[in-house]
């Protein structure tokens, strides 16, 4: 059996800075600290960031002159000035990738245009980039959404960071046809688009792909859905005590990948289970990196 896990698996730049900062105000307060809603979209992570006294909140009330940290999504600007009128101090953890589209969205809502956002409306991101563009912005998620509207003189799309790079592509190609004027800007982040690309490589090369990462990890479930049009043997898990033997069945090839947010310990214990359960039905593995 050969496991070999994907590119870009595990936590991301902007995770990393993330998580770095929350520790060290920590450090520096030297008492409990807060998050704006959950840091990164991870639960183990966030368990450990509470064991930590990093506490993830949005009761404003509660971190009325507290130290709070705004989690690596951003938020909107009417939720920063609120934060900064009622907290003794905000640090903005915000990922300098999403600080540039929110800036982008700003430049753009100012402009005579129609602003097209393609993300999940529910995600913290959009809502921080709705805010930033004032309300103006119209958030599209699916292509039926983008067939719907109707033609239009002048169109910017751009995307949420983490969002699928062949979605945003056809949804592009959608308005191409029903707009005179039409400026693109590929916002999707280099790693995450590194990170679907190995996906989706890795997904034609193995039997089986595992994909490792909080249930509500929007770049995580991307993942999962583009590996599963690709490899219907895949599997979505939040942690390794979900693998299963009957997952790997019959399979010679496994591979594995792990969303931004996924820590490098979940999948170091993916391939111990992998390994157990290899050795336990008396066959040989080996792990491997994806080839570049």
């Known amino acids: 059996m050969e496991i070999i896990i994907a590119r870009e698996s595990g936590f991301c730049y902007g995770v990393k800075r993330a998580l770095r900062l929350a520790r060290e105000i920590r ?38 002159g507290a130290t709070v940290i705004i989690r690596s999504h951003g938020v909107s600007p009417e939720i920063y000035e609120l934060l900064k009128s009622r907290a003794r101090k905000v640090v903005d953890a915000t ?6 589209i929110q800036q982008l969205t700003s430049r753009l809502a100012g402009q005579k245009l129609e602003l097209i956002i393609v993300g999940n409306p529910n995600h913290p991101e959009i809502q921080g980039l709705l805010g930033t563009s004032q309300g103006k912005a119209l958030i599209v998620e699916n292509e039926s959404q983008v067939a719907a509207l109707p033609p239009a003189r002048r169109r910017a799309i751009l995307a949420q960071s983490t969002q699928d790079r062949e979605l945003f592509a056809r949804i592009v190609s959608l308005l191409v046809g029903k707009t005179q004027e039409l400026r693109v800007y590929n916002t999707i982040c280099r790693s995450t688009q ?26 995580t479930t991307k993942l999962y859905e583009i590996s599963r049009r690709i490899q219907p043997r895949t599997y979505f898990i939040e942690k390794a005590e979900q693998i299963k033997p009957e997952m790997l069945l019959g399979s010679r090839k496994i591979g594995i990948s792990g969303g931004a947010s996924t820590p490098p310990e979940a999948i170091q214990e993916a391939v111990i289970i ?16 994806c080839p570049r």
Do not use: F, M
Not at 44 to 52: G, T, Y
Not at 277 to 286: A, L, V, Y
């Open 194 to 219: 590194i990170r679907q690309q190995s996906t989706s490589e890795l997904a034609t090369q193995v039997d089986v792909l595992l994909i490792i990462g909080g249930a509500s990890s929007s770049n």
């Open 95 to 100: 990922c300098p990738i999403v600080k540039k």
């Open 274 to 289: 992998i390994k157990k359960i290899s050795q336990e039905s008396g066959r040989e593995e080996t792990t491997a990196p």
């Open 27 to 64: 450090q520096q307060e030297n008492s409990r600290v807060y998050t704006w809603g959950e840091l990164i979209h991870n639960p183990a992570v966030i368990k450990e960031l509470q064991e930590e006294d990093i506490i993830p909140s949005e009761d404003i009330n509660q971190l009325k």
